[in-house]
């Protein structure tokens, strides 16, 4: 809805700046006839998505709640958020669609699972880092890869065993190389964590 929005506002020559907050502002001033130079017609229809805008902000902030609530209720949740790049929807989203981290025999057999394992024979009988199946749960894992995403944003600032690892990583592959194998070993974290019942520990520096 945002983007509609921001794009409808390209067309008159109306440039929203990134973040919701701006067109947020933009509609606040259409409302206030602060737009000259706008075609009433045009004005009217643009109006007409700001009471769905509202509406669908206030379902995502009730949302938000709710699953804030239940984090702070789920012990699972709480463990699996001390992985990095794991936050609140990914934990509460594993927590509530992998009741039985015992059906998989692995970590590798759980990442395959969620499509982040490289495809068999992608190349003359090798696997490649990046080229993965994304034959498993494409939701759980679009989270991971997000989350694998926010490490990546912050790894000069991780001085353990996994930072060392991601850099000499980005030093070698593209990052979007990286996201995928930080992705992959993210899940079988989870995993691990689910199954143990335990928290996760950073690897230190030996």
């Given at each position: 809805?945002?983007?509609?929005?921001?794009s409808?506002?390209?067309?008159?020559?109306?440039?929203?700046?990134?973040?919701?907050?701006?067109?947020?502002?933009?509609?606040?001033?259409?409302?206030?006839g602060d737009?000259?130079?706008?075609?009433?017609t045009?004005?009217?229809?643009?109006?007409?998505?700001a009471?769905?805008?509202?509406?669908?902000?206030?379902?995502?902030?009730?949302?938000?709640?709710q699953l804030?609530?239940?984090?702070?209720?789920?012990?699972?949740?709480q463990?699996?958020?001390?992985?990095?790049?794991v936050?609140?929807?990914?934990?509460?989203?594993?927590a509530?669609?992998?009741?039985?981290p015992s059906?998989?025999?692995?970590?590798?057999?759980?990442?395959?699972?969620?499509?982040?394992v490289?495809?068999?024979?992608?190349?003359?009988?090798?696997?490649?880092?990046?080229?993965?199946?994304k034959?498993?749960?494409?939701?759980?894992?679009r989270?991971?890869?997000n989350?694998?995403?926010?490490?990546?944003?912050?790894i000069g600032q991780?001085?353990?065993?996994?930072?060392?690892?991601?850099?000499?990583?980005?030093?070698?592959?593209?990052?979007?190389?990286v996201?995928v194998?930080?992705?992959?070993?993210?899940?079988?974290?989870?995993?691990?964590?689910?199954l143990?019942g335990?928290?996760?520990?950073?690897?230190?520096?030996?």
């Amino acid at each position: 809805m945002l983007n509609a929005l921001r794009s409808h506002f390209a067309e008159f020559g109306i440039i929203a700046a990134k973040g919701p907050q701006y067109v947020m502002t933009l509609v606040a001033e259409l409302r206030a006839g602060d737009q000259e130079g706008l075609p009433e017609t045009a004005r009217r229809a643009l109006l007409g998505f700001a009471p769905r805008l509202e509406a669908l902000t206030a379902e995502i902030r009730a949302i938000v709640r709710q699953l804030l609530a239940w984090f702070r209720e789920s012990d699972v949740s709480q463990r699996l958020s001390t992985i990095p790049g794991v936050g609140v929807i990914t934990a509460t989203a594993m927590a509530a669609m992998i009741p039985d981290p015992s059906a998989f025999t692995s970590g590798r057999q759980f990442a395959a699972f969620l499509g982040l394992v490289p495809r068999q024979n992608s190349s003359g009988g090798k696997d490649r880092l990046g080229r993965i199946s994304k034959m498993g749960d494409g939701y759980l894992r679009r989270l991971l890869v997000n989350g694998a995403t926010s490490v990546i944003r912050r790894i000069g600032q991780d001085d353990s065993l996994t930072g060392v690892w991601v850099r000499k990583l980005l030093e070698r592959k593209p990052a979007r190389v990286v996201t995928v194998a930080i992705a992959n070993k993210t899940a079988r974290i989870v995993w691990a964590v689910l199954l143990r019942g335990d928290i996760y520990r950073r690897p230190a520096m030996g």
